[in-house]
Every structure is written in structure tokens, then in C-alpha cells.
């Protein structure tokens, strides 16, 4: 491998402890190429899955000027590489680990990360969780409308379609880079959003004190990175990075999240309380709460009935119609409905059940598509 005949035996650090940093480490490991520590700005001590010592970025000229550095994170690349600069370590010394990464085959990828995320690893050959069968359907079930469902911009076209523009939240613009925005347009609250990723949001509640600079950067910096190569799902990559503003419908929104397994709607959940920690909350098709929880905690509030709930199932149904999973989102506001956005792989198909049962229960309501 060019990799290990480029450092022979030169101690190799990975800058970044977290979860890519740990992913890349395992890598590496498996074709006998040992790094020496993991640096971290956040974290010191012994990282648990690798064994591999952390030390802070103050002590690499000090313990090891000549080693070579590698990049474990695609969002904070360029900020590293300034850090780096700053440091006095060499840029000739430095390496990507996207360029070791993004090669990865897909199903390679997939398991390694499920392994590090869920603690067992997947079958993938005949998949029985729900978890398992969402990687499945990763691997083998690509087809074009898929990449539509996931962007959001180009996905409002499929709803408006399928169940009508009023259903739509109304949206203020859309831009290909930050500096295109006519934020003069814009009313005092709106939400940014990014087309071609998971997370890529921000909500201004008052357009006079809104971080023009922080935003940015933050915009600039998604719009730069293809989601797909995070997770491999598949989707993402070749959608058109945009930029869209949607009207801001208020504050301590629930979401219901409707999930279709083969075009029908087994069972819902509800992201609520944000403002104080995220709970998610599950509920049958008869709004009584299911006794299981996936990552996150369930609510002890009443999360009532939403009143066209069942207007909602039959919407997300068409949407769903034909596809062996999907999500569906909505907002319901003022007896209102809004539809949000379609997912195809909740949580990237790596969010642990308690009890573990219900893994295995809701993969068992999902029929999986003949190989061709």
C-alpha cells in the first residue's frame, strides 16, 4: 500500500478522537499500519475501542516533530490544516484521511461503522434487524427517485405531486453559496437549510442580531462536503449542494414522524422538548405509546393525538407507495399540516433499540425486494 511505503517507520498520529478518527484507526490497524496516538483538542487519556493513547495538540512538536498527521475529519479539515500551520508542522507531513477513506468499499465501510456504533456486527447476507435491513437496502436497493426523496429542495416537487403544494412549509429562497442570499428579502425569521445533507440547519428568530459571519461559515463549510462518503448513504451523492430559506413556523415544534414499511404505516415516533433535550417518543397506529426507546429517551409528557393523524397515515402512504421503508415527517400547526422531509435510513440505520428486541421486531415487519 503508497500509504505505508510513504511513512516506513515514521510514527503516524490521527488528529481527531471521535467517531471517524476511531473508524480510520481500525482501518489502518487492519492492514498493519499501527498509529502511535490520536491527538484531540477535546480529549485526552486512552481512546476505550483502539487502545491508543490521546495527547493534546500543544505536545505534538514536543513528543513527535517528524511524525506524519492525519486528518481524521471531513468538516474541520481546513481548520486543522490552519492549526497545523500554526503549530509549525509541515504541510508535507500532513495527510487526508478522506484520500484513504472515500475509497472504502461501501458494504467494508457500512460494517466497520455498524460494528462501532451498535457493537455487533451486521449480516448482511440475510439481514433480520431493522438496523441490518436498512444497510441492505443501502447496498441493493438503488434507484434513481431515491436521490430526489433525499434533497430537500428537489424532493418538494415529489410531495407537492403525490399530495399537494398546501402541504408544503413555504419557502423564501433557494442559492447555490451563501453570498448569493438577499437576506434583505428575507423576513425577520426564517430557517436556512442545506439540500444535500443530514443536520446542514440554522433558525433565526431575529434577522437583526443574526451571525452573518458564524453562518457563513458554517454554510460554506457544508456546502463542501458530500454527505454520502459520512455514511454511504448512497442518496446523497450526487445531489446539488443548495442553500434554501423556508418560512420559520415557531418555537417547541413537534415533529411526528410517520414509518411506512412496504407502503404501509406501522408505527409512529415524535421528536419533542428539544429546547431541553431531545426525546423521541413511539407510538402505534392507535396513538398508544410503544415500550421501546431508539437512542434517545421517550418523553414523560402527554403527547396527545394529532387531530388529522389520520390524514397524516394517508399521506405518508402515498409517498411510501411501492418503497420497502420510508419515513415520513410532519409538522401540525394552528390544525395545519406541513409535510417536512422523506428519509430513507432513520438515523443512518445505526440507532441502538432498548430492549434490543424491537430491533429485531420492527425488522420483521420489513419485507425486503428480490435481487435482480
Known amino acids: ?97 478522506t484520500d484513504i477513506l472515500d475509497p472504502i468499499p461501501d458494504d467494508v465501510f457500512i460494517k466497520v461503522m455498524f460494528e462501532k456504533k451498535l457493537g455487533y456486527a451486521p449480516d448482511l447476507e440475510n439481514p433480520k434487524t431493522f438496523n441490518e435491513k436498512l444497510q441492505w437496502l443501502k447496498l441493493h436497493d438503488r ?11 428537489a424532493t418538494r416537487r415529489l410531495i407537492a405531486d403525490k399530495a399537494g403544494e398546501e402541504f408544503l412549509v413555504p419557502i423564501l429562497g433557494v442559492w447555490d453559496g451563501f453570498d448569493d442570499i438577499d437576506f434583505d428579502a428575507l423576513p425577520s425569521q426564517f430557517v436556512l437549510k442545506c439540500s444535500h445533507d443530514s443536520g446542514g440547519t440554522m ?106 393523524f389520520e390524514e397524516m397515515k394517508l399521506m405518508a402512504q402515498k409517498l411510501a407507495k411501492a418503497i420497502p421503508f420510508l419515513r415520513v415527517d410532519f409538522y401540525c400547526i394552528d390544525d395545519r399540516i406541513y409535510t417536512g422531509e422523506l428519509t430513507l435510513y432513520p438515523g443512518n440505520g445505526t440507532e441502538g433499540f432498548t430492549p434490543f428486541e424491537y430491533d429485531e421486531i420492527l425488522g420483521s415487519w420489513l419485507s425486503l425486494p428480490e435481487l435482480a
Open 203 to 308: 433558525i433565526c428568530k431575529d434577522k437583526k442580531r443574526f451571525d452573518m459571519t458564524q453562518a457563513s461559515t458554517f454554510f460554506e463549510k457544508k456546502l463542501g462536503i458530500n454527505y454520502y462518503y459520512q455514511s454511504r448513504e448512497w442518496p446523497y451523492k450526487n445531489i446539488v449542494p443548495r442553500i434554501m430559506a423556508e418560512e420559520y413556523l415557531g418555537d417547541n415544534i413537534i415533529d411526528y414522524k410517520l414509518l411506512c414499511f412496504n407502503g404501509m404505516v406501522k408505527c409512529s415516533f415524535t421528536c419533542s422538548e428539544r429546547q431541553t433535550g431531545l426525546k423521541v417518543t413511539f407510538f402505534d397506529n392507535d396513538w398508544k405509546r410503544m415500550p421501546f426507546e431508539r437512542k434517545y429517551p421517550a418523553s414523560d409528557a402527554d403527547i396527545p393525538r394529532p387531530q388529522r
Open 143 to 153: 434507484r434513481t427517485e431515491y436521490t430526489v426523496m433525499a434533497d430537500k429542495y
Open 1 to 97: 500500500m503508497q500509504l505505508r511505503k510513504s511513512m516506513g517507520s515514521v510514527p503516524l498520529i490521527l488528529y481527531g478522537a471521535g467517531e471517524m478518527g476511531v473508524i480510520i484507526a481500525e482501518e489502518l490497524m487492519g492492514i498493519n499500519i499501527i498509529p502511535t496516538s490520536f491527538c484531540d483538542k477535546n480529549k485526552t487519556g486512552m481512546e476505550g475501542k483502539t487502545g491508543l493513547p490521546i495527547i493534546a495538540p500543544h505536545e505534538l512538536m514536543a513528543r513527535y516533530r517528524n511524525a506524519n498527521i492525519m486528518i481524521t475529519s471531513r468538516d474541520y479539515q481546513n481548520e486543522i490544516m490552519h492549526d497545523m500551520a500554526d503549530l509549525g508542522i509541515k504541510a508535507g507531513r500532513i495527510i487526508m484521511a
